[in-house]
């Protein structure tokens, strides 16, 4: 006998028709509503500078569009179709690559991990809602940036050639519709590996990862080449345009986004609302698709997360540990085990790792991409020079947010365990150290890689390379003295998400500080020289000046200080805390 | 009301829950009890459907867990050990989403808010931010919203840890009570002399197996021997079952 079909108490007590999805959306509300008033009633200043630093970042972002897009209108290139075309095609595929990724692994920790999809598993809501109203904050979030950044592209766009107003009016349209497509991607392939590779799901999210990465190594390879041998011959023109074609095949929809936006431009409103209709169509067409594997799959995937591995699994010492314990030897022996620890719980979670190889796929587009242009013959002495710079300040902005991202909600993440720590026998400044020799190091490490690689292609000189080294060295200690100390001082043992925690106003003070740490190091240390460099009729590469040694030591200095002021006040920090 | 069909569930090659058969009636309050890691925590979330069995059948108020979970959890109410809350919502506002999600009309889902507001009593803190409660406050709002809707079936994980002994007095006569109105309560502890006090009967999960199940007098009859529930349940805990064999009172 069923008892919804019998009983009158349920039944005939004052039960209606649950909506479903209006319920989430009014939880979603009160949730934000709660939020922002006890934000501004507790410290408005929060807000005011997490609002403050978005508008920083999206100023920045407009003036350096500004600055790009009147430097090809002077270049007469147009402003439609052609170069301007194909550099947002390979923006938005670039975007839509990045949003797959990062909306897959978001969800991933929201739907499988969180102790609240476990709370509203057990009430009678639909599987499909939950993961709708799951979904939508996932892509909220991951698409955030894609919003700040995204759109003072291309209103810059708009302002310098002068498109009609209703290209402004239907951007904020290709901008929702649009992070829609790879969104519901993301979270299909999401649902599809927990569901049909349980047990090896971090090595299949890995060798996904890898292979995404070198098919996009591969044809960047293929497209800086043709670009090369472009600049040769006409012939080769039309190659450079047919390895591009990939972003641009009418399926694809990343050239939807862009061949509707330029149709827009050019005054087409027809053009560009067809564009729109099949961004919007194919995105709420996915994201269906999306919904409906929820139902079948979501409840069967968290159920086979569970049973995919033993319930007491081994984790044994991995020779990484021994590799990491072995980077840190100058490093107290309880220090090195809390190093240990911290790197164990970083490996040990994929939406962790698997950011870190977001960071990674990033890297290596960014180094195919310039690879072939350090080339002597094909650049001259003064870009160069630029180029050098370029990478350098690449370098500083990927070690700016790792440190963030990565670093900084580390001591948060301690979470509601922290009085386990806090009751060892260890000083608890000690904490601190350790995170801080696990930051610096690893970054240090890879950072100087980078320069001294770049670099060392680009023939730069022998003082150069050691000045870039000096710089980045400096550069990952100060930001990971930054980002544990102000972890330290601003804890959110709340939260265990780490990209919730780095994005709150923590980490969003130790962004920007982190921000203009690296504009005053660089800008002390290696912009004086980049500049006399290039001033100097024989681009004397030589570090001479009086004024080049103070820039290095005012670098030096503003290390030390970004190391040790954060770290002492984190330190002070630590030693009140109460659990 | 809860009927659990030949039920093995496995995590990799751990059995954790293995062959289980049992049924609890309408308005019994049935205690599971067992060891750390004896399989109660994996049997409650197959009662709630959160996981699936990897054989047999889990079915409550007649319906299948695995195929008709959604209308199974209409009838169950589930507050875990360490039960989850809303940091951003007021104690009344997630009473509130509680009531929606179980779809009680509105006007009667106030004034079953408002009941249980006063039976637990939540009234001094009820429209703070949860985040601020403490393991008490947060146990009775959890408590508050798990009868809200009046469930038919009551399962619950260690329900008195964090609780005041006021609290706890409370909380036990409102299970007893609850159960003598028709309630099925689903109670895993490891308190035995709530077991004691409170239960219709008591289950014993040792290595994912029942080992014993049945009133009082029936598990000290099994373990041959007079005196507590703690006494019987050592006993009963430190020898392996007979050939897995379940001895029960039905």
């Not at chain 1, 200080?561 to 984190?570: D, E, N, S």
């Not at chain 2, 047999?56 to 109410?77: C, F, H, K, N, P």
């Not at chain 2, 809200?148 to 299970?175: A, C, F, M, Q, Y």
């Not at chain 2, 309630?183 to 014993?204: C, K, N, P, W």
Request: glycine share 10%; proline share 4%.
């Amino acid at each position: 006998m069923k008892l919804l079909e019998s009983s009158p108490s349920i039944t005939q007590t004052g039960s209606i028709r649950v909506n479903q999805p209006l319920l989430f959306q009014r939880l979603r509300w009160r949730l934000l509503r709660n939020s922002v008033v006890t934000g501004l009633q507790n410290s408005p200043m929060r807000l005011i500078t997490i609002l403050l630093c978005s508008a920083l970042v999206w100023g920045g972002v407009y003036g350096a569009s500004v600055w790009g897009f009147h430097d090809l209108q002077r270049q007469h290139i147009p402003f439609a179709g052609g170069i301007v075309g194909t550099l947002f095609d390979l923006l938005f595929l670039a975007l839509s690559i990045m949003l797959i990724f990062s909306t897959g692994i978001i969800l991933y920790s929201s739907l499988f991990s969180s102790t609240e999809t476990t709370f509203l598993l057990s009430l009678p809501a639909a599987a499909d809602q939950i993961f709708a109203y799951k979904y939508q904050g996932a892509l909220m979030f991951s698409s955030w940036a894609f919003m700040l950044l995204g759109s003072p592209i291309m209103i810059a766009y708009g302002l310098v050639f002068g498109v009609p107003w209703y290209f402004y009016a239907i951007l904020p349209l290709y901008i929702l519709g649009f992070v829609l497509l790879p969104g519901s991607l993301g979270a299909i392939l999401c649902l599809l590996i927990v569901n049909y590779v349980p047990r090896k799901r971090k090595q299949a999210l890995a060798l996904l990862c890898v292979m995404v990465v070198g098919v996009g190594l591969i044809w960047t390879y293929q497209i800086v080449r043709s670009a090369h041998a472009a600049l040769v011959n006409s012939d080769a023109l039309q190659e450079l345009f047919g390895q591009l074609t990939i972003a641009q095949k009418p399926l694809v929809p990343s050239h939807w986004m862009s061949r509707g936006l330029e149709a827009a431009a050019r005054g087409d409103l027809g053009g560009a609302m067809y564009s729109l209709t099949l961004v919007w169509a194919n995105g709420l067409f996915l994201y269906v698709l999306a919904a409906w594997a929820s139902m079948r799959l979501y409840r069967r995937g968290f159920n086979r997360l569970a049973e995919g591995s033993d319930l007491r699994r081994r984790y044994g010492g991995l020779w990484l540990d021994r590799l990491v314990s072995g980077l840190v030897p100058f490093a107290h022996a309880q220090t090195r085990l809390l190093v240990i620890k911290d790197f164990r719980t970083f490996r040990r979670d994929p939406a962790q790792w698997g950011q870190v190889l977001i960071f990674a796929g990033l890297l290596a587009f960014y180094g195919a991409n310039t690879r072939r242009f350090y080339n002597e013959d094909i650049i001259s002495r003064v870009r160069q020079s630029g180029v050098s710079l370029l990478n350098l300040t690449a370098t500083a902005f990927l070690l700016c947010a790792y440190t963030g991202r990565f670093i900084y909600p580390m001591l948060s993440l301690e979470g509601r365990k922290f009085w386990i720590l806090g009751l060892l026998p260890l000083r608890r400044e000690r904490l601190l150290w350790g995170k801080f020799a696990f930051s610096a190091t690893g970054a240090c490490i890879t950072a100087v890689f980078l320069v001294v690689f770049s670099d060392t292609l680009l023939g730069m000189s022998i003082q150069v390379v050691c000045l870039h080294a000096l710089t980045v060295i400096i550069l990952a200690v100060g930001l990971s003295g930054l980002s544990v100390g102000l972890g330290a001082c601003m804890p959110n043992f709340r939260e265990s998400d780490p990209s919730k925690i780095a994005v709150g106003f923590g980490g969003t003070v130790n962004l920007v500080i982190g921000l203009l740490f690296l504009l005053l190091v660089i800008g002390s240390m290696d912009v004086p020289y980049h500049f006399y460099a290039v001033a100097t009729p024989e681009n004397d590469t030589r570090l001479t000046g009086w004024w080049l040694a103070a820039g290095v030591c005012a670098g030096i200095g503003l290390g030390i200080a970004a190391a040790t002021i954060p770290l002492r006040l984190g330190a002070r920090a630590l030693r009140r805390m109460e659990f | 009301m809860i009927e659990l069909h030949a039920v093995t569930k496995n995590y990799g090659s751990k059995v954790a829950v293995q062959d289980l058969n049992l049924t609890i009636a309408a308005g019994e309050l049935f205690a599971f009890l067992g060891p750390n890691g004896a399989g109660k925590t994996t049997t409650i979330k197959l009662m709630c459907g959160l996981l699936f069995p990897t054989s047999g059948t889990v079915r409550v108020g007649g319906y299948d867990l695995q195929r008709e979970g959604d209308q199974a959890r209409q009838l169950i109410s589930y507050v875990p050990d360490q039960p989850y809350l809303y940091e951003k919502l007021t104690g009344r506002e997630f009473l509130q989403f509680i009531a929606d999600m179980y779809g009680l009309d509105p006007q009667k889902g106030r004034e079953r808010a408002e009941a249980m507001i006063q039976l637990f009593e939540l009234d001094d803190f009820v429209d703070d931010l949860t985040e601020r409660y403490s393991h008490g406050m947060r146990q009775r709002t959890v408590f508050a919203g798990a009868l809200l809707h009046d469930p038919r079936v009551l399962i619950v994980d260690e329900p008195t840890v964090g609780l005041d002994p006021r609290s706890v007095r409370l909380l036990k006569n409102l299970l007893r009570s609850e159960a003598n109105r028709g309630m099925t309560v689903f109670l895993s502890t490891h308190s035995l002399d709530i077991a004691q006090e409170l239960a219709d009967r008591i289950g014993i999960v040792d290595h994912g197996r029942l080992i014993s199940c049945g009133t009082l007098e029936a598990l000290r009859s099994q373990a041959s021997m007079v005196g507590s529930l703690e006494d019987v349940f050592l006993k009963l805990t430190s020898e392996p079952s007979a050939n897995g064999k379940l001895k029960t009172d039905h």
